[in-house]
C-alpha cells in the first residue's frame, strides 16, 4: 500500500495509529499533539525537573544540529571534525540505503572475539540486531530494511530531529563478548547534571548500576530502577575524570543532551540522545 493509500484510510479514519497520527498531521499542528502527548504521559514541560526540562527541550529546543548528530553516521563526521575520531567504534561499512545479503558477507575479522557482529540503522533508536556466525541473512535482511522503511520520528509522540534523516545502516564489530556499562551523562545548558550508570543484559533487562553527580556521588533522584551502587568499574572515578571533559565539550550547543560513552580498555563513543525514551524518563526520588 503506498503513503498516499495509508493517509487516504487515515482520513476516513482508519488505520488510526499512533505511528500515522504524526506522519499524516499538518506539520504545523504536530507540535501542539506532541505536547498533548507529552502531557497524557504524565510530563509537565513547565516543570523544573529534570523530566519536565528534557520534555521542554524536546518540543522548543529546534537547533537543527540535533538532525545531524542524531544520524548515527553523520555523528561519526561530526567527532572526525572535533578531533575526537579516537572515540569512534571501528566501523566496517556504513551506507545510506537499504541492506542487502552481501553486505553481510564480512571478513572474519568484523567479528573480533565474538561470533556476531552488529548491524544497525542510523535513524533511530533501538533499531539495531546482532548477526551471528551462520545466521539466517534473509531474516536479518528483512529486519532492517524493515526499520529503513519507517520515520523512527513518528514512532513514539513526535521527535522531530529525527524526521529529516536519510536511512542508512552500519555493521560494527562487538567490542566485548559480554555486557558492557553504558556512561549516560545527563546535561543541561552546557552542564553535567547527571550520570547513569546501567549494564543491559538484554534490550529490555537491564541492571541499574549508579545515578550520580559529576563528582561521581549520589544524586537525590534516579532514571529507572533504584540503583544498586555496587558492581561499579574498579576505576570508576578515574574514567569519569577523562570522560567529564569530552562530555562537556560535545553538550555546549544544546539546553538538553544526552551523551552516550562505554568502555572497554578505552573510551568509546555511543550516541547523543535528545529526547530519551521520547521525553517519558521514570524519574524517581529516593
Not at 523530566?51 to 567527532?79: C, F, H, V
Not at 552516550?260 to 563513543?269: A, K, L, Q
Not at 550516541?271 to 521514570?282: A, K, L, Q, R, Y
Request: glycine content about 6%; aromatic content about 14%.
Amino acid at each position: 500500500m503506498t503513503e498516499e493509500e495509508y493517509k487516504k484510510l487515515w482520513l476516513e479514519g482508519k488505520e488510526q495509529t499512533e505511528y500515522n497520527l504524526f506522519r499524516f498531521s499538518e506539520p504545523s499542528i504536530r507540535e501542539i499533539e506532541a505536547i498533548n502527548w507529552l502531557k497524557n504521559k504524565g510530563v509537565d514541560i513547565n516543570s523544573n525537573d529534570l523530566k519536565g526540562i528534557i520534555g521542554n527541550a524536546k518540543i522548543y529546543d529546534k537547533n537543527t544540529l540535533k538532525t545531524q548528530l542524531s544520524d548515527k553516521i553523520a555523528a561519526r563526521e561530526y567527532l572526525t571534525n572535533l578531533g575526537l575520531e579516537h572515540l569512534l567504534v571501528p566501523t566496517y561499512k556504513s551506507e545510506y540505503r537499504k541492506i542487502t545479503t552481501n553486505d553481510l558477507d564480512v571478513p572474519s575479522d568484523v567479528y573480533g572475539n565474538c561470533n556476531y557482529f552488529y548491524v544497525k540503522t542510523n535513524h533511530g533508536s533501538g533499531w539495531n540486531t546482532k548477526f551471528y556466525k551462520g545466521g539466517n541473512k534473509q531474516f536479518t535482511i528483512d529486519k532492517v530494511n524493515e526499520w529503513l522503511s519507517l520515520n523512527y520520528a513518528y514512532v513514539a509522540g513526535y521527535e522531530w530531529q529525527y524526521e529529516g534523516i536519510k536511512p542508512g545502516f552500519l555493521i560494527q564489530p562487538s567490542l566485548y563478548n559480554g555486557n558492557i556499562v553504558d556512561w549516560m551523562f545527563y546535561c543541561v545548558d552546557g552542564e553535567i547534571v547527571c550520570l547513569n550508570l546501567h549494564k543491559k543484559s538484554s534490550k529490555n533487562v537491564i541492571q541499574n548500576l549508579a545515578n550520580v553527580d559529576s563528582n561521581g556521588k549520589a544524586t537525590p533522584y534516579f532514571i529507572g530502577a533504584k540503583p544498586e551502587m555496587k558492581d561499579l568499574p574498579s576505576n570508576f572515578i578515574k574514567i569519569l575524570d577523562e570522560m567529564k571533559p569530552i562530555v562537556k565539550e560535545l553538550c555546549k550547543p544544546f539546553k538538553f543532551v544526552r551523551i552516550d560513552f562505554f568502555y572497554v580498555n578505552r573510551i568509546y563513543f555511543a550516541e547523543f540522545t535528545f529526547s530519551p525514551c521520547s521525553g517519558v524518563i521514570d524519574l524517581m526520588y529516593r
